[in-house]
């Protein structure tokens, strides 16, 4: 029998072991611990086979946010099912979002059943970084391209990503302490953060990202990724998003990375139709159910 148990302070080692097993099964989550919230653990027989991160904090549009796992040796036991509805009593009425990894039938079907509604696409396309033809980056006149200085940059960057991401619900919240703590993860390099600057002033950013290589994902080999692409709204036009894009691609070839992937919202064409000509295709898709 399923025994669960929310906590503020769970035994952390426990869960990455966890999230381990199931990214070695589904390539995912990227992370193998979540901070902050709560945590509801699902334990049969001693053995944690059941997880739910809720963000207590949710994001800029008042939704408190979860993400649900099943280990790979107890699914189709109910207990995503005995998740969801854990969940849903939790939030007590409040507005609550879940993402589900992958558009797969077993989610489509609970979030049915659940009374969750399909409210957002989160895709994920790819690039063959080895045959794509990205050519080098052209900006118009007055605007150089220069890479990010931890230490004096944060608070500009922070400005232009609230501005260019306004409706955004997690990306337009980022603070320059959040960039900060960023700054001390393993993958940051400054050299892959590039920023576009115009009489002085930050007007546009790319901050790329490389991700280890991960058994069941991206085949397996390591993967570069357009991590965040953002323009002042008052600087749009002129081809400076393509050519701070440009700028993150080529630097990420030639770090040697045969790929690329980026996320993007499911329903930004014109965002769709820039990657499109530089040679990404649609790979996955993250659904968030609301309910």
């Known amino acids: 029998m399923l025994d669960l148990v929310w906590t503020g302070e769970p035994e952390t080692e426990e869960i990455r072991r966890f999230l381990l097993a199931v990214r070695e099964a589904d390539g995912r ?19 944690l086979v059941a997880y ?8 800029s549009h008042g939704n408190q946010v979860a993400e649900l796992f099943v280990h790979p040796a107890h699914r189709r036991s109910g207990h995503g099912r005995a998740l969801t509805k854990a969940l849903v009593e939790h939030v007590d009425g409040k507005p609550l979002r879940v993402w589900a990894h992958g558009d797969h039938p077993a989610a489509v079907h609970l979030a049915g059943t659940e009374g969750f509604e399909r409210a957002r696409e989160l895709l994920i396309l790819h690039a063959d970084a080895e045959t794509a033809d990205w050519p080098e980056p052209v900006t118009r006149e007055g605007v150089t391209l220069r890479t990010f200085v931890p230490g004096q940059d944060e608070e500009a960057m922070v400005r232009v990503n ?3 991401f306004d409706w955004h619900p997690e990306q337009g919240a980022l603070t320059a302490d959040e960039v900060r703590a960023t700054e001390k993860e393993a993958w940051f390099d400054p050299e892959g953060f590039f920023l ?50 440009l700028a993150g691609l080529r630097y990420l070839r030639d770090r040697g990375l045969g790929q690329v992937i980026l996320y993007v919202e499911g329903d930004n064409a014109p965002a769709l139709a820039v990657y499109s000509k530089l040679g990404f295709t649609r790979y ?8």
């Open 29 to 47: 989550p990227e992370d193998t611990g979540f901070a902050g919230g709560q945590h509801l653990l699902g334990h049969v027989d001693g053995e």
């Open 52 to 59: 739910a991160h809720l963000d207590t904090e949710g994001d």
């Open 162 to 164: 609230a501005r260019a």
């Open 196 to 245: 576009a600057e115009e009489d002085g002033k930050v007007i546009g950013f790319h901050w790329t990202k490389v991700h280890e290589a991960v058994p069941g994902r991206f085949g397996g080999e390591p993967a570069g990724e357009v991590y965040v692409v953002g323009i002042d709204p008052d600087a749009q036009g002129g081809g400076l998003g393509k050519a701070l894009t």
């Open 284 to 291: 996955e898709v993250d659904v968030q159910y609301a309910r």
